[in-house]
């Protein structure tokens, strides 16, 4: 991409961005964030979501509900003599999600994709896998491209995979773990390793007729082995050797936290990236007290955890901590903002995951600030139960979708009806009161792929004074986000190196690129610049 180029697609994306309605209704916003809705309808049920690197949102919900409300195009059809609810559908159960127009269209999946898990690679493209039915062995590949739609594969798994968890490794594959009666794990693309192997951590965390150990929470720790939680425990494994390296304790109080007593994890920002000891952090919330599920199933309702308990990986003797949120919450989604900081999103007060089983929406978000405070926001008038979704954009919002507790979809004569809408949450950083604060990515002047443990010069502008102390970069990679858990987010603090006034309220400055994969997995990040908490719109920068 030219210079010419890259600087008039920022202008234009800073353009939308500040006639944004969002952006327009903060000028006299109190704090506490605002909310805007975006689409009444997309006509499926967000169930599933990931944003890719052309700033568009696939999304997908599942084929066996029956018909959608959003029709296939030219009178195209979809057959599948297996499923479960139409032979022949005519309707789409996936779109893309243009975010800057705020356009959508359908998307064509040919086998079932409820419940599934899916990553982006390094080269972009979105890997789903799994689910239900005839889609339990399927893999499938979307690309971003503008007439681009679902590729699938027979027999892309080894097993079946239906609620299981994907995340990208250091040499590019993806490591699928878990999923239903499913106590092992496997890789795509199979041309290392084609066959399962074994986990018997999942087996041991898998509750008789209520599981609890679904969707388990994978992160790839900064030593290259992947921390992974079912239940209310974790282990580390080295899945080259198949090798659990180290048992961390239960959490305080021994509640579940996995499907269906869903809670939610991410891995804390990784920081002091040049030191030789670099720490890394994980922290669960919310879910659900033993017998949730079973008592949901009965019509008794019991209030969700409002506890979350974070753990120091890397450190030798690792011990939990347990921390209190001013909400409640079961099925709520945690979200990674460009700052460092973290949405609590959605969900609901009592119950748990399933069919019916969730009461009491919790409408408000919770900001949670991992080293000062926490703070509740501004709530929404859309409940978001189960079957919701959460997604970081590139300008700082956060979309919001789905919502369906129903076996079909249901928009009468029920508690929570199926919810078709998309909106946006706008966190209080995105105010008019801190224009003056708010940097503005000028440069580099391509966008072509940066490399490891290199320096990193980026031109910004900042129109009021500026706090070099207070200016760092981070880089975030987006999500794929389904029953509360997004998986392979990962934020990294690089920091600020040096900061040069270049005269006229720009500076450049410089950074050091992830030392290595076990860091930051090759592939799209967004890139951030953040002053006084405040962060600049992301650019899109590709790790190799």
Not at 100 to 110: E, G
Not at 311 to 330: Q, S, Y
Not at 484 to 490: D, E, P, Y
């Amino acid at each position: 991409m030219s210079s010419l180029t890259f600087i008039l697609s920022v202008l234009l994306f800073q353009l939308l961005f500040t006639s944004h309605p969002c952006h327009r209704i903060l000028t006299s916003a109190a704090p506490g964030g605002r909310w805007q809705l975006l689409q009444k309808s997309i006509g499926i049920s967000a169930m599933h979501m990931q944003l890719l690197s052309n700033d568009r949102i696939v999304v997908f919900d599942r084929t066996d509900f029956g018909p959608s409300n959003l029709p296939l195009p030219e009178g195209k059809c979809r057959f599948d003599l297996n499923d479960t609810a139409l032979k022949q559908d005519c309707t789409a159960h996936s779109i893309e999600y243009d975010v800057l127009s705020n356009k959508f269209w359908p998307l064509t999946v040919q086998t079932d994709v409820w419940c599934s898990s899916g990553a982006v690679t390094p080269n972009g493209d979105l890997v789903q896998t799994g689910s239900f039915n005839d889609g339990e062995r399927k893999v499938r590949v979307f690309s971003p491209c503008s007439s681009c739609d679902w590729q699938e594969s027979n027999n892309g798994l080894a097993a079946r995979r239906w609620y299981s968890t994907n995340h990208i490794l250091p040499d590019g594959r993806q490591i699928i773990v878990g999923g239903r009666k499913q106590f092992n794990y496997e890789f795509v693309p199979k041309n290392i390793a084609a066959s399962t192997f074994d986990l018997p951590f999942l087996f041991e965390t898998n509750d008789r007729e209520v599981e609890n150990n679904l969707y388990p929470f994978v992160f790839l720790n900064i030593d290259g082995n992947l921390f992974v939680f079912a239940n209310n425990r974790a282990i580390l494994l080295d899945y080259v050797k198949n090798k659990v390296v180290k048992r961390y304790p239960t959490i305080p109080g021994g509640d579940p936290r996995s499907y269906p007593s869903t809670g939610s994890a991410f891995l804390l920002p990784l920081k002091n990236l040049k030191a030789s000891a670099i720490q890394a952090e994980v922290l669960v919330c919310g879910g659900a007290p033993k017998g949730s599920y079973s008592q949901a199933t009965q019509g008794e309702f019991i209030g969700a955890l409002k506890t979350c308990a974070r753990i120091l990986i890397t450190d030798p003797n690792p011990k939990w901590v347990i921390e209190t949120m001013p909400l409640a919450r079961v099925m709520g989604d945690m979200i990674l903002l460009p700052n460092g900081n973290v949405l609590l999103i959605n969900g609901a007060g009592s119950g748990s995951a399933g069919w019916e089983f969730g009461r009491n929406p919790v409408l408000n978000p919770v900001l949670y600030q991992p080293d000062n405070k926490i703070e509740t926001h501004t709530p929404t008038k859309i409940p978001r139960m189960y079957h919701s979704t959460a997604a970081l954009l590139r300008d700082g919002r956060v979309l919001v979708g789905g919502s369906n507790p129903h076996t079909y979809y249901n928009f009468t004569s029920v508690l929570f009806p199926t919810e078709l809408s998309l909106e946006a949450f706008c966190p209080p950083y995105l105010e008019a009161k801190f224009n003056n604060l708010r940097p503005t990515i000028v440069g580099p002047n391509s966008m072509s792929g940066i490399s490891y443990g290199k320096t990193l010069t980026l031109e910004m502008e900042i129109k009021g004074k500026v706090e070099e102390k207070l200016v760092w970069i981070t880089m975030v990679a987006p999500a794929f986000n389904t029953h509360s858990f997004s998986m392979n987010q990962r934020l990294l603090v690089l920091g600020n190196d040096k900061i040069t006034a270049l005269g006229k309220s720009r500076y450049n400055i410089e950074v050091r690129t992830p030392r290595s994969g076990n860091l930051a997995p090759a592939g799209f990040y967004l890139l951030f610049v953040v002053h006084q908490d405040i962060p600049s719109m992301g650019i899109w920068v590709k790790l190799q």
